[in-house]
């Protein structure tokens, strides 16, 4: 298990950001999604131990959230969404002196910096203050930082903002390889649908605190009902008519036609027509949700 809160509850005055949380989550790629306030950034902080929780318990790796934070501490690396460099340090000893928080001796944390530097692409760098670094280095220098002690959880909180397109691309390879290639569990959040889908196989959706969905991203989207995207041979217009005039809703998609059945009907129907009228199907598909139709409807069902 790679973590697991029960009715986990934390305020700040008259703020509660997590209320009565429960969710069990498996080790792999994990997306965390939510609206600004949705309580992303203290579930983090109560998972790293960094916050004290009102009421609840839960576990992280198998350690107890409360009473094993430093252990948990120890075996997961974090990547902060705000600046945590410090001025006047190379990116070498940034990245050893965070071994070295986690318990590696000296030689070991600077052996193994060097080592993830150079993963990160910043080893022609590693020896440079790390204020003259730019966002992507700075991005990436956090990045080897969290992954020094060789972590069982990296978590990555909003790790492509302030990056240009070729250093968030950058970014993105990097979370998907730990996570895919490297067998390292990922806890990804961002407000980036685009690269939690990339990244993440599975997602965790927040609003107001409180757990709306969950589940891999392939099952959350959902074929919908009835609803097949379309792709004719010839001119899909006469096609077009003919499927209104069976009682099929009708409009374009794609270079293709968008076509919800009656209902009782199957797919054999678009078959059946398309014989009558002469036309060659190319291309037939259940459509599928975006995840980002996934995160409204979620937040939609919230609010019912």
């Known amino acids: 298990m790679l973590f697991a809160l029960h009715d986990v509850t ?77 001025p006047s340090v190379s990116g070498v000893e940034f ?45 990436g220098v956090k990045l080897a930082a969290a992954l020094v002690h060789d972590p069982r959880l990296l978590i990555l909180d909003e790790p492509t903002n302030g990056l240009d397109p070729a250093g968030r691309q950058e970014m993105l390879e990097l979370a998907r390889d730990l996570a895919h290639g490297k067998d390292m569990s990922v806890l990804f959040s961002s407000h980036l649908l685009p690269d939690v889908e990339f990244v993440c196989d599975y997602v965790l959706v927040l609003a107001q605190g409180r757990l709306v969905a969950q589940g891999q991203i392939q099952e959350l989207k959902d074929l919908h009902e009835r609803c097949y995207e379309v792709r004719v041979k010839a001119e899909a217009e006469d096609f077009a008519r003919r499927l209104g005039e069976a009682g ?13 059945l009656p209902p009782g009907e199957s797919e054999q129907m678009l078959w059946s027509l398309a014989n009558i009228a002469g036309q060659q199907i190319r291309h037939l598909r259940p459509q599928r949700s975006t995840l980002e139709e996934v995160f409204l409807k979620a937040l939609e069902q919230d609010h019912d």
């Open 248 to 260: 099929c809703t009708v409009s374009n998609f794609d270079h293709g036609l968008l076509v919800r």
């Open 95 to 139: 990245v050893a002196y965070a071994g070295e928080l986690c318990g590696m001796s000296r030689t070991a944390a600077l052996q193994r910096a060097h080592e993830v530097l150079n993963h990160v692409g910043l080893g022609e760098v590693r020896y440079r203050p790390v204020e003259s670094y730019s966002a992507g280095m700075k991005q």
């Open 10 to 86: 934390k305020s700040y005055g008259k703020i509660t950001a997590l209320r009565g949380l429960s969710v069990t989550v498996r080790p792999g790629a994990i997306g965390l999604l939510g609206p600004n306030g949705a309580g992303k950034t203290t579930l983090i902080r109560v998972l790293l131990g960094l916050i004290t929780i009102d009421s609840g318990i839960g576990e992280v790796l198998g350690l107890d959230m409360d009473r094993k934070r430093l252990a948990i501490r120890q075996a997961v690396g974090f990547v902060p969404e705000d600046e945590c460099l410090f």
